[in-house]
């Protein structure tokens, strides 16, 4: 489920940028319209088939949720790529050389790049996520433990656009991108993401990043489809957390969960399922949602590793290296901007 830790707030609040009275600071660079985002939401639901962003999965319950769910059996990528890493750390160390600034898209609690600090011995190191709760928890503690190294944390909804001009200084830079979560991206979306964060890179700079791959779809949907039901309560949750942001009243309990693996987009569906019909009124519109029809909330595309690497030198990449494990259920990639020699 390549899902990252990227959350909205729940009460679509966008304040103007700020620096928390941390050890580390703190800035907030969101720009998030929150009558668009509500529009977006509220369009979302009434259309056909009906849609729900991913991010909205992540209000305290969701987060507690997937946690649950990178510790599940079922679910491969997490414990996989920690594999990787550990396998493969040495020679992930000398292909990206030591010294450089660390930007850590995605960062949430920071554990993935505090594995990485002290062996990749950063100048700077820059946390960037939409959730203020968990970089205002992580940043204190690495600043702490790493003194030598300028910790620093942005706030921005990168799923928008890339922007860290004003974040991310001239000289060699590492973007580290773990965990899959490229894969919630469309694979244009996931193009111009690249190219976003290629445009960042310094000719010394590079991106390590993790991608999931393709394999049995039935190992697929159980990795999405737990027999525990946890993925089940997560998706379900996203209704509790819609009911509190518009007023409406989905009854969540009135809705299966549903994981498929369409073949021909290369990419898991997570869906809910009306059991039975029920009306909700959205935005003061009786919206009817009949039984069998489904609210389409995330997707999770999957890659062979050929094809992510001619995705990475589409964005402008020059040489790109991947480690995987032995069974090949997932691939880790690091992409530079300089061809190699």
């Excluded at 707030?9 to 009275?21: E, L, M």
């Excluded at 998706?235 to 957390?241: D, E, I, P, Q």
């Excluded at 309990?253 to 019909?277: P, T």
């Excluded at 995330?298 to 480690?323: C, H, I």
Aim: charged share 25%; proline share 5%.
């Amino acid at each position: 489920m390549q899902r990252s830790t990227l959350r909205i707030d729940p009460r679509f609040r966008t304040p103007a940028p700020r620096a928390f009275d941390l050890d580390a600071d703190v800035v907030d660079r969101r720009l998030t319209d929150p009558a668009a985002e509500r529009r977006a939401l509220v369009t979302g639901l009434l259309a056909t088939p009906a849609t729900i962003a991913p991010k909205y999965f992540y209000d305290a319950i969701g987060c507690a949720l997937f946690c649950k769910i990178c510790n599940l059996p079922e679910y491969y990528p997490t414990r996989t790529e920690a594999r990787i890493f550990d396998r493969e750390r040495e020679a992930i160390v000398a292909a990206i050389g030591t010294g450089k600034q660390l930007i850590d898209l995605g960062a949430g609690d920071c554990a993935k790049a505090a594995m990485w600090l002290p062996w990749l011995q950063p100048s700077t190191y820059v946390a960037v996520d939409i959730a203020v709760d968990a970089l205002e928890q992580a940043l204190p503690k690495l600043a702490l433990a790493y003194p030598e190294i300028d910790i620093r944390g942005v706030l921005v909804d990168f799923t928008r656009g890339l922007d860290l001009d004003l974040d991310v200084a001239d000289g060699p830079t590492t973007f580290f991108y773990p965990g899959s979560s490229i894969g919630n991206f469309t694979p244009a979306d996931a193009l111009e993401f690249l190219n976003g964060i290629t445009r960042h890179c310094a000719a010394d700079g590079g991106l390590l990043i993790g991608v999931d791959t393709k394999k049995d779809p039935a190992r697929l949907r159980a990795a999405y489809d737990d027999a525990a039901g946890v993925t089940a309560a997560f998706n379900r949750n996203v209704l509790v957390h819609v009911n509190r942001l518009l007023g409406t009243r989905f009854r969540p309990d009135g809705f299966k969960h549903v994981a498929l693996y369409n073949e021909a987009l290369s990419r898991v569906e997570m869906h809910l399922e009306a059991i039975d019909a029920q009306t909700v009124t959205i935005d003061g519109i009786g919206r009817i949602f009949r039984a069998g029809e489904r609210i389409h909330t995330e997707s999770s595309y999957k890659y062979a590793p050929a094809e992510f690497v001619a995705m990475l030198q589409r964005a402008g990449f020059a040489n790109v290296r991947v480690w995987q494990d032995d069974a090949r259920d997932f691939a880790v990639c690091y992409a530079t901007t300089h061809s190699a020699g």
